[in-house]
């Protein structure tokens, strides 16, 4: 995966720090008892994933593959295979 550079984008790394940052706010939350805190962490959670998503249509996440170069890496690919 290293090669491919998979999710190393702005909106990938916005939405796992927010994401992050609600699990650590439900985490203390869930320790301390306190329901209505809980919540607020896992709203904060999806709102990470919200987020992501929102910047990746914004076009900050990894843009699509064209058919062509898909095409020609599995092609090399199955080369190599044999």
């Known amino acids: 995966m ?3 550079a998979h999710g190393h984008t702005p909106a990938a790394w916005t939405g796992v720090i927010i994401s ?3 699990f650590c706010i439900a985490g203390v939350f869930m320790v ?3 329901v209505a805190g809980f919540w ?4 904060v959670i999806l709102l990470g994933g ?3 998503l929102a910047m990746k249509a914004a076009g900050l996440g990894m843009p699509k593959e ?5 095409a ?3 092609a ?6 044999v």
Not at 76 to 81: Q, V
Request: aromatic share 4%; hydrophobic share 50%; net charge positive.
């Open 76 to 81: 090399a690919s199955a080369k190599a295979r």
């Open 50 to 52: 919200v987020v992501g």
């Open 2 to 4: 290293a090669g491919s």
């Open 66 to 70: 064209p058919e062509n170069v898909r």
């Open 32 to 34: 301390a008892a306190n």
């Open 72 to 74: 020609a890496r599995e």
């Open 40 to 43: 607020a962490g896992i709203a």
């Open 20 to 22: 992050f940052i609600g």
